[in-house]
């Protein structure tokens, strides 16, 4: 056996026979009879919503049809969405890491931890037998073989995403005495064939100025999604790798953060007051388009929330470009239409993706964006506890939500103590609420055409017109944002994480 792939199966069988529990028993069979309700309940209500959603977002991982480890974007067919996507499988598994923090059930840790290792060796797998783009390979068989079809090729966001779970994972275990699994088993350089964190920023350092395809794999450019994702595991990277002694490492990917985050700052555009989502490109020498409004931008602002964010949630950017995209799919889409503050939000305006096919004016709302502005509501009610200054930029996405609550003028600042403050973090939690009712509205919808046999499932997107789901049933990553906005919103109430 060659020494690379002898040290990659030695790696294989070390993440095989770690200290693996037992996960027990399937985690949710069926959704729960009322798996969303309206979110102005009691505190407890909102936790039994979110369990119900994260038990169902676990059918997900290490399905039957799929290999231990693996994590399954939709059982959908039609459009056929069993694959292992690395971005889907990442954030689903940083929900995973994010419980893991927060619940201190014994049993439920125990469970976590082995999904968690699970997911490593199978992502390990991956790597050591990706496919054309290697580790910009958007996506594998559920078996852990490459895909090697067509496709939009490299995805750098992947690797960055599946570091990011793996880093959160590491913390975690550093402080829960497992500094062997992360020594030996996640971050290593004793390996010629490094290891499951070391090999996804050695991908990423390199090569993250290079063209590569959004996360809706439809544009060959450069991306600040991808740019934002890729800056935070850098800079997290480099702090294990400070811990754990690596010089090297931590020269190299704080390096690569710093000329990142310069980049990074080429995306505003000041005369529209917008972060553009995709500079212009260049794909195989033909020219690529950029790409102004594009709900990815909000994406990557609650996607990289806390340490190592190359943009604060609270960033005026942020919000102004936030505040543009909500008034233009409020202008787009008939379901919005008499809806004042909260709307279904889609992708970017005049998108053409139906969920099966492309055409024309085919674009609809999405679950997951739509809760990733409910999220932002709550990250943003969160991180002014402290206060804030009102700026030109900042001020429409603000006055949005305190509606006829309150009148903000560019150049106030607002207090801690202030009236005017508390109730704009109010105003800003209940318009959160609203992005999730109306995600809960189109499953009352749904329910209702297809009566109490209906088992609930979040699908992709929701029909622009009739307001029923539309896309790929069963959506991990729709699931997995619902499950972190409503995290978000538990969270409000404590301490910012801004000093």
Known sequence: MRPLLRDAAALAVALATSRIVSAGPPAHAAASPSALRNARTAPRALESERMGLFRRMLDDVSPAYGRRGAVTASPSRQPNYRFDWTRDGALTMRQVVAELRANRDPVQRLQNVARLKAYTLFSWRKVIRSGPAGL??????????????????????????????????ADWLLGHGEESYVKDILYTRERRTGSPITRDLDYVAPRWWEASFDLWEEKKSYHLYTRAVQHQALVLGAKLASRLGDSAGVARYTEAAHQLHKALQDHWDPQRGVLKATLPGNDHGRPTEGRTLDSAVILAAIQTYGEGAPFEITDPRILSTAHALEEAFRREYPVNRGRRGAVAIGRYPGDAYTGYDSRPGGGNPWVLTTAAFAELHYRVAREIAGGLAVTGSNRGFLQSALGDAGQLREGMRLRPGDALLAELRSRLTDKGDDYL???????????????????????????KKTGRFQGAENLGWSDSSVVSALRARSEIDTPPTRS
């Open 437 to 463: 009712n109306i995600i809960r509205q189109t499953e009352a919808v749904e329910r209702a055409a297809r009566g109490p046999r209906w088992v609930e499932a979040l699908s992709e997107q929701i029909n």
């Open 136 to 169: 910009g390979e958007p996506k594998s068989e559920l078996s852990g073989r490459p895909f090697r079809g067509p496709w939009g090729r490299p995805q750098n966001d992947g690797p960055a995403l599946r570091a990011l779970t793996h880093l959160e994972f």
